[in-house]
């Protein structure tokens, strides 16, 4: 065939409103290799991927596979062009059996009526799994399966199309070690038949295990392709996450006092274990670690959206009770979520109602809700943060970033906590409006409040922590004063190595 | 975990629940009775009225006159329910069959009048023809401009409606050929002489006959069971959803222009007011039956079952003296019964 490439993505952009998802990204992958593609969430694969599937239409660059250039087709054609996918999301028909899931789309039939020939296509499903040695009956519904058994029969289907190109997206995430042996002898055996894999995962070990080379994403765009022979972990991780650092964090000297908030050995099945923190009056603790290692899930669950199934959670040394947010706001806590939009704002509601939402049963009047003190607290509230806002009674949808984000802080704050979780702070936040956040910041640890301080940009991890808790896939891989940190040694606590810096 | 997606996903949450717990099988008597449930219910009906219209050792219900009735009563409903049940399966909803069906009851009326002396088939055809093709029409809005079914069929109701009432100026279209009357009035007879099955009732069978093929046998059948279990798992193989919806919501209106000829031919006349609620009565047998509305579960045996039950409960009330009033009160009953029954089922599971 004389191609070096199965498959070539030139130069690929791909405009979203609102954001650049592929900023002139080229990929290669060669036939008969498993190729892993990294990067951050939101860094651009899955969006590549949707790309080459013709879900996607970019808006410039060249797709060429096996040989010829490739025009986005629909899927049906994609499927018979010798792609395959297995997707991130389990998506199956739970109501429909094994083999009729497998085969949808492409059912053997009988004649030009449709009838389906069931006979063929229990057996051909018998065929397909006794030789890829997955010991399922093809007759089962789907929604008997257990999730790992249903993500073997999804990796099942993408091989059985047969095609010369599989993507695995996140294949792993649902499945035990057992399986995933399994899995790699699977890819092993398409590697010799010359088949290529992209393998998509965020899991370190398994690039190490099954890849050949690892192409890296970041923010839309390409880091770099290298032989998974060639590079290291903590080279493979800075081209994931590696920015440049620059200093300008409003730290200043706080007094920290004594301690506020105590978590010991909290543990949340399927999520963390064995977690330990604690948190001064006056300090700001932050929480690094990688994509998926748990940072949100265990503050949510110290606020008490998912209570933690063990460990104690001490206020002030005395042990809190806390089995719902409504707990976790009387003992003084505050909680601003990763996704502002998703489960922290009201949109289509005004400024000011957003901000009283947390703090309602302060403005119970004798006959209803007393306005008029609502609107002096929020207008402090407005001043005190600079919020940008044509009034008070403006709809939050039309607000920035920035702005959205202090109008949660406004709303906790009026709640007047002494603990206060910030998830992704300054996520999607343009520089200046940054800044005003992190001076708000010291402001509130200067009253003497605890803030605890989840983040996944290394400059504001380092920049404003007082100290560093690390987490690994759930476990607290280590904990780091500032003094102490620096970006390489939470890099490798965050992928799970021991301390050599 | 929140999985913040800053980029377009054609994911959406729901497959997260799927992700996170599996669900678990029914084993022994439970699944017994899911599966085969409704049938025993629809058993246990007929034999507690069997039992308790027994007069001077005879049960009435048990006759064999009021057993042909029963079914006969069931035909026009039943074959609109096998319709609706494939709309169902496939995740939507339909609510134009009783305007539908009285607009193109009317268009079989004009075309079987006497006066015309057309073959019964010309009305027939018409009707189904002009029924296919509302039934297309709400698959196609449905699919191309993405409005949901609800407001889609709902605004063909009125329009339906509207329109049958147009053509007659409000007044019934009768007189209308004998061969064509024949469709909804007779019957075949033979084997004995107080044996007959009329011909609504072989209508109704072959419909119900057809639509189980075709829903369990066919690829037409699969597709619509994976459109309404997770559209898109379906389009991500390939299967092209919208078609696949205009097709599903053109067979309802098919067999929306069959259950007119059936009624039109019965009653012998086309009326504008006919069908009033008949699209509520062939969801109702289709949810007794087993067909949930949230899609991807449902069979044609099941719906059958469905309408029965309604019309043997009718019938047993009429029997037993009860009023009328209180059937329509066990009628909303039995559906509320049924679907809490069939969503315990469900919560059980997860």
Not at chain 1, 156 to 165: E, P
Not at chain 1, 184 to 199: C, P
Not at chain 2, 3 to 25: C, H, I, L
Not at chain 2, 163 to 192: A, C, K, M, W, Y
Request: hydrophobic content about 45%; some cysteine.
């Amino acid at each position: 065939m004389g191609e070096e490439f199965l498959l070539s993505m030139e130069h690929i952009r791909k405009q979203f409103p609102g954001v650049l998802a592929l900023d002139d990204v080229s990929f290669r992958v060669r036939p008969g290799t498993v190729h892993a593609l990294m990067g951050e969430n939101g860094a651009g694969k899955s969006t590549l991927m949707k790309v080459l599937l013709g879900i996607y239409q970019p808006d410039e660059g060249v797709i060429r596979f096996d040989g010829k250039e490739y025009k986005q087709m629909d899927i049906r054609s994609i499927l018979t062009q010798g792609i395959s996918m297995i997707h991130q999301e389990l998506t199956p028909i739970l109501h429909m059996t094994v083999a009729e899931n497998i085969f949808l789309g492409r059912e053997p039939v009988r004649g030009r009526t449709g009838w389906v020939n069931h006979k063929e296509l229990y057996q051909k499903t018998q065929d397909l799994l006794d030789a890829l040695d997955i010991h399922v009956e093809p007759t089962v519904k789907m929604v008997e399966l257990s999730i790992a058994s249903m993500q073997m029969i999804e990796i099942a289907t993408a091989i059985s199309y047969n095609s010369k190109l599989v993507i695995m997206d996140e294949p792993t995430s649902a499945i035990t070690e057992k399986e995933v042996d399994h899995l790699f002898k699977m890819i092993n055996n398409l590697r010799d038949k010359g088949v290529a894999v992209i393998y998509i995962t965020h899991k370190m070990d398994e690039v190490f295990q099954i890849s050949d080379e690892v192409t890296v994403l970041r923010d839309g765009k390409f880091v770099g392709a290298e032989l998974t022979s060639d590079i290291t972990r903590l080279k493979l991780i800075s081209m994931m996450v590696g920015r440049e650092l620059t200093n300008f964090f409003p730290k200043e000297d706080v007094q920290i006092s004594e301690v506020k908030l105590e978590v010991r050995d909290i543990s949340l099945e399927g999520k963390f274990r064995n977690i330990s923190f604690d948190v001064h009056k006056g300090e700001i603790l932050g929480i690094a670690g990688l994509m998926g290692s748990g940072r949100t899930e265990v503050i949510e669950s110290v606020f008490g959206i998912h209570p933690p199934d063990a460990g104690e959670i001490l206020v002030d040394g005395k042990p809190a009770k806390i089995r719902q947010p409504m707990d976790a706001i009387k003992h003084g806590m505050g909680l601003l979520t990763e996704n502002r939009t998703l489960s922290g704002l009201f949109l289509p509601l005004s400024v000011r109602d957003n901000m009283v939402y947390s703090n309602i049963d302060k403005y119970k009047g004798r006959f209803g809700l007393n306005f008029k003190q609502m609107d002096v607290d929020c207008e402090h509230q407005r001043k005190s943060l600079e919020l940008k806002t044509p009034s008070l009674a403006e709809i939050v949808l039309n607000l920035s970033g920035g702005n959205q984000q202090k109008v949660l802080i406004a709303r906790w704050l009026l709640t007047e906590p002494d603990i206060l979780f910030l998830d992704e702070p300054t996520r999607g936040i343009d520089v200046g409006a940054k800044t005003e956040i992190h001076r708000l910041m010291i402001k509130l640890v200067q009253m003497g409040k605890a803030i605890v301080m989840v983040s996944s940009e290394m400059p504001e991890i380092l920049g404003m922590s007082d100290r560093i808790v690390v987490m690994h896939e759930g476990e607290k891989a280590g904990e780091l004063t500032r003094e102490q940190a620096t970006q390489e040694r939470i890099l490798q606590l965050a992928a799970g190595e021991a301390l050599t810096i | 975990m929140s999985t913040a997606n800053t980029s377009r996903e054609v994911s959406n949450s729901n497959t997260d629940a799927g992700a996170q717990a599996a669900p678990r099988p029914q084993r022994g008597i439970k699944a017994f009775f899911g599966k085969y449930g409704i049938f025993l219910v629809f058993l246990g009906m007929c034999l507690l009225l069997a039992f308790l219209t027994i007069d001077n050792g005879q049960s009435i219900f048990l006759k064999f006159r009021n057993i042909v009735n029963v079914l006969r009563q069931s035909a026009v409903i039943g074959i609109i329910a096998c319709g609706v049940t494939f709309i169902i399966v496939s995740g939507g909803i339909d609510l134009s069959p009783g305007s539908v069906v009285a607009m193109t009851g009317i268009l079989a009326a004009v075309l079987a009048r006497e006066a015309y002396g057309l073959p019964f088939i010309v009305p027939v055809i018409g009707a189904v023809a002009v029924g296919s093709l509302a039934g297309a029409i709400n698959g196609t809005i449905i699919s191309k401009a993405r409005i949901p079914p609800f407001i889609a069929t709902l605004g063909m109701m009125t329009i339906a409606r509207g329109v049958g009432f147009l053509i007659t100026n409000g007044r019934p279209v009768d007189h209308l050929s004998e061969p064509f009357l024949f469709l909804g009035q007779g019957s075949i007879r033979g084997l004995g002489e107080n044996f007959f099955i009329p011909i609504p009732v072989l209508i109704f069978v072959s419909v119900a006959v057809v639509s189980h093929l075709l829903l369990s046998k066919t690829r037409f059948g699969k597709y619509t069971y994976a459109l309404g279990g997770n559209e898109q798992a379906a389009f991500i193989c390939g299967v092209n959803v919208d078609w696949q919806k205009i097709r599903v919501y053109t067979y309802g209106g098919l067999l929306t222009g069959i259950a007119a000829v059936v009624l039109t031919s019965r009653v012998s006349s086309g009326q504008p007011g006919a069908g009033m609620m008949y699209e509520l009565d062939a969801i109702a047998s289709a949810v007794i039956g087993g067909t949930s509305l949230h899609g991807g579960v449902g069979t044609i045996g099941g719906t059958v079952v469905g309408t029965l039950i309604i019309a043997v409960m009718n019938n047993g009330l009429d029997l037993l003296g009860v009023s009328s009033y209180w059937q329509r009160i066990l009628k909303g009953l039995i559906i509320i019964g049924s679907v809490v029954i069939d969503t315990l089922r469900q919560r059980r599971r997860r």
